[in-house]
């Protein structure tokens, strides 16, 4: 393996440690447990780790769709841990990019509105949304299936869509959730293609997987076990 | 069989499994079911089971008619009716009956009877013999025979203790003695109301007359013979009369039609129309039981989709399905028919008693076996209309899809809730229809009840009196009672004023007369020039506060020796001396060629008689000095409430002659009340229907909410992870509901405006077009959907969006 040295950009992602508690029926789960970490603009890093290791709720709290228990989060150097639920919707959707395993996309929608429908919540013009679904569905290869409907797609479709839908807002950072974890071999391989390219071309991005072969295509491999950081690798290529 | 009992059995495990969703299903379609058991019930009694004579279908009612001049209902004339019976070969009876209302004494306290005249083959025509003794029978009509009496059940039983001795005994009527020979069946009330029949006699010379018309005529028609090859044959008989005695009866024709049709007359469109509105009712409860049905059966998706990988044929999910929506329909029915015994006799007692003895049927209405095997029919019915959507779309199941653990996150495929939302929308139009028709009903009651008829009827109390002839012989002695009488009741304390007249409004018989106008020609042949002929006293006016147009009131001067004169109401003059003033014109009532002419001396306002009348009738006014009879009817003035004066009245009567009863003691508020019951009722029924529809409708909206927040849970999670705010999501979920309402209401509202017109000429001067019928049911739909659609949609945008992203 070759070394590369992670992107040297600023500073997007801080959290110091970062712990989240459940509760159920007055049993204690420590999910997470002084979890430190630092992502740079422009860097690839991915979560790694067995189920129920915690992968699942670190990148909830990073795109602030959960909260920690105790502990700071910075985003783009503003503290973001305990923001009010219209705070946090806001800066969801400016900042954060989200790709889930199981594509999310939403069946009443066709692709255009589904890649549309982030910017919609941001008070775009017409005009301006209508040029960043285009551009962001170009750059996925996606831009022939406009008013196609999801159910009308193969996996590997849904998942491009669900990749232009994160890359429209122009995020901070993009946020994949085992975005290969339903797909066969081949769309997954093309799909984590796609995501090196779009670091290539400077984007951010946080992935979580369990497969080593993917979390070979970041920079970084942050591995957790049992809720901790236990190792972090560099990807060498 | 044995598998349907096995699905019977196996649904009701599956009802009482859900609780909750059998309980909303039961009662909704409880609600739905026992409206229209309700008016099923007063339908079967008023328009299918009036009377119980055998053969009903073969009674006929007999009206004379004068096309020219527009009168499709005048009683017959003696004469014609002897023709009819001697010459008609459609029926097999024909006969009469005629108001013959009387004072009974020698039973203790003197009673007014309500009674009739009746014709010999009366009883024989009606079919229904007596309970106990006979019915009138042709050989009363002998001269030899003494005079007799038939008395109804109720009377002898509530009036005359129900002593069955009292056949054979004799009781006075009118100061005549007559033996009574029968007591008539329990629910043997015809005409509505009657009390006692005795024979109507009549001289050769009344039996062939051709000028008054007094005679209500029924005829049995013979078997094989329709109403309209009667209505042929007394036509015939009726030309040829008209060619033989020109001056009475030229232009005069007959009309036949079935007796429950013409006693129906007036309630079949009311009750036309509630039974659309129950219907609706019951629409709307099926539409929301089916969404519900739907609900539960997308999450029964999995169950049937194992049943059919185990080899179950679409038609064997359907059976099992239908098999429970009709169990659920049974209980429904079963609880509609627990409503509806609760719901009837309710509605029963907001019915004022003179209204249930009078009106055909009403004291019929009960839940008879018709009303049961209605109930059954109509469970079944809603068991399938209910069933058979959710049965069809869940009976065909995606086996690959619904057989996974899960399905894949986030794809609903298009169009997944629309026969959900197709429900809704009917609901929401069906809603809007029956508010607006329950609106436009109300309002419509109420500007009846409203609006200015010609007199003020607040603080008047009012009761009858029936002087006997044979006992007030000379008109002197009438006049003398009628003059002490008002006298003394106007020296009452509480007592404003008091008048007599021998019909007021909202009373039920008024006498009509022909007119004859000075200079105005000879009637033309067959001709009849009509005015209502009123007996007033001198303070009939100022007691009703019916206002003077032009003229002078009567005064105590205009009395027996004095000019015959008359007050003429604003129709009549306008009709008769168009632009010109009717003062000083002179007139003649009635048929007597001898009877005095009469002076204009006023003009005095119309009055609307019945609450329904758009036309005021005219009338002509007379003093009673100059024309006194024996039944009057008494109005007084009070300064309090009118009823606490009843019994200090009464004294007053009797202190003048302790044998002359009273009848009929109500103030005009309640009589005009009581006329308008009918119209109330409905208009009752209506708005418990219309409650129960925005009810239904908002229960509707809300389980759709509620169901589309639960299956969207996990979309509603992908929209906030990509931004959406509380805010976003909760106007998302209620733009839904909203888009959900207009459409329902876009739909409904050119239908309620459909219905609209319907009604405004079915219940012709009820209902009318109202903007702000529609309008305010519009709005209070509106609100009410987005009220429902709100709460789930509240609830939506607080969805944890970890919790949602999860689930699936």
Redesign the interface.
């Known amino acids: 393996m070759n070394a590369t040295a992670p992107s040297p950009g600023q500073q997007l992602i801080r959290m110091d440690t970062i712990n989240k508690v459940f509760y159920t029926d007055e049993v204690e789960t420590h999910a997470l447990s002084g979890i430190q970490l630092e992502v740079r603009k422009g860097e690839y890093v991915a979560i790694a780790g067995p189920s129920g290791s915690g992968k699942s709720t670190l990148l909830s709290i990073i795109g602030l769709l959960d909260s920690p228990s105790e502990g700071e989060y910075w985003l783009n150097g503003s503290q973001v841990a305990n923001l009010n639920i219209n705070e946090r919707s806001r800066i969801r959707n400016r900042e954060i990019g989200f790709i889930f395993q199981n594509f999310n996309l939403i069946g009443d929608l066709t692709v255009y509105e589904n890649v549309e429908l982030p910017l919609t919540y941001r008070g775009m013009s017409g005009v301006e949304r209508k040029k960043r679904v285009l551009e962001a569905l170009e750059r996925v290869g996606m831009s022939h299936r406009l008013k196609h409907y999801p159910s009308q797609l193969s996996g590997g479709q849904q998942q491009r869509v669900a990749v232009a839908r994160a890359l429209g807002g122009s995020p901070s950072i993009m946020l994949a959730d085992e975005p290969t974890g339903n797909l066969d071999s081949r769309n997954a391989e093309n799909i984590m293609e796609l995501l090196r390219e779009l670091h290539r071309e400077g984007s951010t991005i946080c992935m979580v997987t369990h497969d080593p072969r993917f979390a070979r295509h970041a920079e970084r491999t942050i591995h957790l076990f049992d809720g901790r950081v236990v190792e972090e690798t560099v990807e060498v290529n | 069989m044995e598998t349907l009992i096995q699905d019977i059995r196996y649904g009701l495990r599956m009802l009482r499994k859900s609780p909750g969703f059998t309980a909303v299903a039961v009662i909704t379609l409880a609600l739905g079911i026992g409206a229209n058991t309700v008016t099923f019930s007063s339908i079967n009694g008023m328009l299918l089971r009036p009377f119980i004579f055998p053969q009903l279908n073969r009674v006929m009612a007999i009206w004379e008619t004068a096309p020219k001049q527009n009168i499709k209902r005048a009683s017959a004339a003696a004469g014609n009716l002897q023709d009819w019976q001697q010459q008609s070969r459609s029926f097999q009876y024909l006969a009469a009956s005629h108001t013959w209302n009387a004072n009974m004494t020698g039973a203790g306290t003197p009673e007014r009877v309500e009674g009739y005249q009746v014709t010999a083959d009366f009883f024989r025509l009606l079919g229904v013999p007596a309970e106990y003794g006979r019915a009138i029978t042709t050989d009363d009509f002998t001269s030899s025979r003494v005079p007799v009496v038939v008395l109804s059940h109720s009377f002898w039983e509530q009036r005359l203790g129900g002593d069955r001795a009292l056949v054979g005994k004799t009781l006075e009527f009118d100061g005549q003695a007559r033996t009574v020979v029968g007591i008539m069946l329990r629910d043997f009330d015809f005409p509505p109301g009657a009390q006692a029949w005795a024979p109507l006699l009549l001289s050769g010379a009344e039996a062939a007359d051709r000028d008054n018309h007094y005679l209500k005529v029924i005829g049995r028609l013979k078997a094989g013979v329709s109403p309209r090859q009667a209505e042929g044959d007394l036509g015939a008989i009726a030309a040829r009369a008209g060619l033989e005695f020109p001056q009475s009866n030229a232009g005069h024709g007959v009309r036949v039609l079935s007796l429950v049709e013409d006693m129906a007359e007036g309630s079949r469109q009311f009750l036309s129309v509630l039974l659309g509105a129950a219907i609706f009712v019951l629409l709307l409860a099926c539409a929301n039981v089916a969404n519900l049905q739907l609900a539960r059966a997308t999450g029964r998706a999995k169950e049937v989709a194992l049943r059919t990988a185990l080899g179950a044929s679409r038609g064997r999910i359907i059976q099992q399905l239908l098999a429970e929506s009709l169990l659920l329909a049974a209980l429904g029915a079963g609880a509609g028919l627990l409503i509806s015994s609760w719901w009837l006799p309710l509605l029963m007692r907001t019915v004022p008693p003179f209204i249930i003895e009078h009106v055909p049927g009403l004291k019929h209405i009960q839940l008879d076996y018709r009303a049961l095997e209605f109930t059954l029919v109509l469970g079944g019915l809603a068991g399938l209309l209910t069933g058979l959507a959710p049965a069809l779309q869940v009976s065909r199941p995606d086996l690959n899809e619904a057989l996974k653990e899960g399905v894949?996150?986030?794809?609903?495929?298009?169009g997944?809730h629309r026969l959900r939302s197709l429900l809704v929308i009917s609901e929401m139009a069906l809603a809007i229809v029956l508010l607006v028709g329950a609106g436009l009903m109300v309002t419509g009651f109420r500007a009846i009840m409203e609006r200015d008829q010609g007199f003020d009827r607040d603080a008047i109390l009012t009761f009858h009196i029936a002087l006997p002839a044979a006992k007030y012989g000379t008109t002197a002695r009438v006049r003398d009672f009628y003059r002490q009488l008002t006298e003394r009741l106007q020296g009452l304390p509480g007592v404003k004023s008091a008048a007599v007249a021998n019909s007021l409004p909202a009373d039920w018989y008024w006498d009509s007369m022909r007119v004859t106008i000075e200079g105005q020609g000879p009637l033309l042949p067959g001709e009849m020039r009509l005015a209502i002929s009123e007996l007033v006293g001198p303070d009939f006016f100022r007691t009703l506060r019916i206002p003077l147009r032009q003229g002078r009131l009567f005064t105590s001067g205009d009395g027996a020796e004095a000019a015959p004169v008359a007050i003429i109401s604003d129709s009549l003059a306008r009709h008769y001396w168009p632009a010109k003033s009717p003062i000083g014109k002179r007139m003649r009532l009635g048929d007597d060629t001898k009877a005095p002419w009469r002076t204009v001396v006023g003009v005095a306002g119309d009055i609307v008689r019945a609450p329904l009348d758009l036309q005021p009738d005219p009338t002509v006014y007379v003093p009673f000095a100059q024309q006194p009879q024996g039944a009057m009817a008494i109005a007084i003035r009070t300064s309090g409430d009118p009823m606490a004066v009843g019994a200090a009245a009464q004294t007053q009567v009797q202190a003048l002659d302790r044998n002359q009863p009273i009848y009929d003691m109500r103030t005009l508020e309640q009589k005009v009340s009581d006329n308008m019951s009918g119209v109330e009722s409905s208009a009752r029924l209506m708005t418990m229907f219309g409650i129960i529809g925005l009810v239904l409708a908002a229960a509707g909206v809300y389980a759709v909410m509620a169901y589309l927040v639960v299956q969207r849970t996990?979309?509603i999670g992908?929209?906030?992870?990509?931004?959406?705010?509380?805010?976003?999501v909760l106007r998302l979920m209620v733009r839904r509901a909203v888009v959900l309402a207009v459409v329902g209401l876009a739909i409904g509202l050119p239908a309620a405006l459909a219905l609209a017109r319907v009604l405004s000429s079915v219940l012709f001067g009820v209902v009318s077009m109202d903007l702000a019928v529609f309008t305010g049911c519009t709005f209070v739909l509106a609100l009410v959907a987005g009220v429902a659609g709100y709460l789930p949609a509240r609830r939506a945008s607080k969805v944890d969006?970890?919790v949602a992203?999860r689930y699936e």
């Open positions: 894949r996150g986030g794809i609903a495929a298009p997944r996990h979309e992908v929209r906030m992870a990509l931004g959406a705010t509380p805010g976003h969006p970890i992203l």
